[in-house]
């Protein structure tokens, strides 16, 4: 009798893993792609945003925990990657783990200081530990003040491929966005990740289970914090500099954009809100100011149209789960 109520439940799994299995392969496709067609420094910038989306929307799309400081962590993390590879002289590998693990044991401060509360509450304390940090790095000396680190050498992976060639670089940026992308996805649709999603749905639900909720939040997001310091990492190198704008409030509300224009609670809305952002930001840049104009209006229609974000629009036309 189990086995025959199970079916029903199966069936939409595995249909559910199809149908993200395809799309992933065509993202993998168009991205590989891409680079022929598209500058690949646009691209990689749009990747870079793309984990840090994803990253920012584990804790919002899957716990329910609305952060305003994920600027902290993306920041801090090109801070000390940069630091890393121009002071220290450490290879690109050794410099990434850097920037992540400071991304990470910021993730644990924050965490374990603004888990407790909720809402609003938790919203404000991540953006004041942001700000307070932000100040930090504005009056640091190894941050550079506001001309930042400039000038970061990309060095030699593993000491054989260079990533001062950009078909090379953005190989490498690819493979570890991808990565990261299938981790976060695994998180997703693990146990772990159910758990997460009671704890969105009720937490007081969950906890009369027998789950200890807040260890639950804690956990997602100092993961959430550390990818998003793996993405801050990836951008320091990629530019070749540090500066204010990664640890800027605007930038929290930049992945916010991200995330909500994309679909929240998506799998591949978070990438297709980085990309359109990020093109945005690029190819409007001419209009000046206007740009961000130009944004909100483009955030109010998408709020409008498409109220599940423009993944979650398409995911609920075709039954099929993104």
Same mark, same amino acid.
């Given at each position: ?12 799994r ?13 993202m ?12 690949? /420094? ?6 870079c ?39 220290w ?14 991304a ?24 004041a530990l ?5 100040? +930090?790095?504005?009056?640091? =000396? +190894? ?22 060639? =950009? ?69 320091a ?14 930038m929290?509300?930049? /992945? ?21 952002? /990020? ?13 961000? /104009? ?29």
């Amino acid at each position: 009798m189990e086995r025959v109520l199970d079916e029903p439940v199966l069936v939409r799994r595995r249909n559910a893993g199809r149908s993200v299995g395809a799309a992933f392969a065509v993202m993998v496709a168009l991205l590989a792609a891409a680079p022929f067609v598209v500058y690949p /420094v646009f691209l990689m910038k749009a990747l870079c945003f793309a984990l840090f989306a994803c990253a920012f929307n584990l804790l919002i799309g899957y716990v329910g925990l609305l952060s305003f400081g994920h600027a902290l962590f993306f920041g801090w993390a090109s801070y000390l990657t940069a630091y890393a590879a121009k002071a220290w002289a450490l290879p690109p590998e050794l410099a990434i783990i850097v920037g992540t693990a400071t991304a990470a044991v910021l993730g644990i401060v924050a965490g374990g200081l603004a888990i407790r509360r909720q809402g609003i509450y938790f919203a404000m304390i991540t953006l004041a530990l942001a700000q307070m940090m932000y100040f +930090f790095a504005l009056r640091a =000396k +190894f941050t550079g003040g506001e001309d930042g680190i400039q000038g970061v050498p990309r060095g030699r992976l593993f000491g054989f491929f260079d990533l001062a060639d =950009k078909t090379t670089m953005y190989v490498f940026v690819l493979v570890v966005v991808l990565a990261g992308f299938l981790l976060i996805y695994r998180i997703i649709n693990s146990p772990f990740g159910e758990v997460l999603k009671a704890i969105r749905e009720n937490e007081q639900r969950t906890i009369s289970l027998g789950y200890k909720t807040e260890r639950y939040k804690l956990f997602a997001f100092v993961l959430s914090a550390t990818l998003s310091g793996l993405a801050g990492s990836l951008n320091a190198l990629v530019f070749q500099l540090a500066s204010l704008t990664d640890v800027h409030w605007t930038m929290s509300g930049d /992945v916010m954009l991200m995330t909500l224009i994309g679909g929240l609670g998506t799998v591949f809305g978070p990438v297709v809100g980085a990309f359109l952002v /990020v093109a945005m930001q690029n190819y409007l840049a001419s209009f000046g100011q206007w740009v961000l /104009v130009i944004q909100g209006a483009v955030f109010v229609a998408c709020v409008l149209v498409f109220r599940r974000g423009i993944v979650g629009e398409i995911a609920a036309a075709l039954r099929v789960r993104l």
